[in-house]
Nanobody, 119 residues
Framework: DVQLVESGGGSVQAGGSLTLSCVAHGWTEAKSCMAWFHQPPGKWREGIAAVDRGGSTSYAGSVKGRFTASKDDAKTTLYLQMNDVKPEDTGVYYC??????????????WGVGTQVTVS
């Protein structure tokens, strides 16, 4: 069974940086699509970054230019480098994975999330 485990969350001051990681334990395929989702307090979860099977990345407008997603297929690990964070970046960050990317956020595997608080 595949289990996604996020790490790296915590508290950071506005303008600072934070790096999140997500390891896909039990993933046996050579390639994957992995994505990051953000759920602000009291709001719906939304996709903010994805890395597809070929390594191409896509970002939501709210994080483009500030966040960088990358994936190490050999380690089945997804990263999110968060720079110039803002208070509105506060929330729970979830990792998701599947064989292919879903434009509507339908992924088979999800992590339990990691909290990021920006003050």
């Amino acid at each position: 069974d595949v289990q996604l485990v996020e790490s790296g969350g915590g508290s950071v001051q506005a303008g600072g940086s934070l790096t999140l990681s997500c390891v896909a334990h039990g993933w046996t395929e050579a390639k994957s699509c992995m994505a990051w989702f953000h759920q602000p307090p009291g709001k719906w979860r939304e996709g903010i970054a994805a890395v597809d099977r070929g390594g191409s990345t896509s970002y939501a407008g709210s994080v483009k230019g500030r966040f960088t997603a990358s994936k190490d297929d050999a380690k089945t690990t997804l990263y999110l480098q968060m720079n110039d964070v803002k208070p509105e970046d506060t929330g729970v960050y979830y990792c998701a994975a599947d064989r292919v990317c879903s434009p509507v956020g339908n992924y088979t595997y999800w992590g339990v999330g990691t909290q990021v608080t920006v003050s």
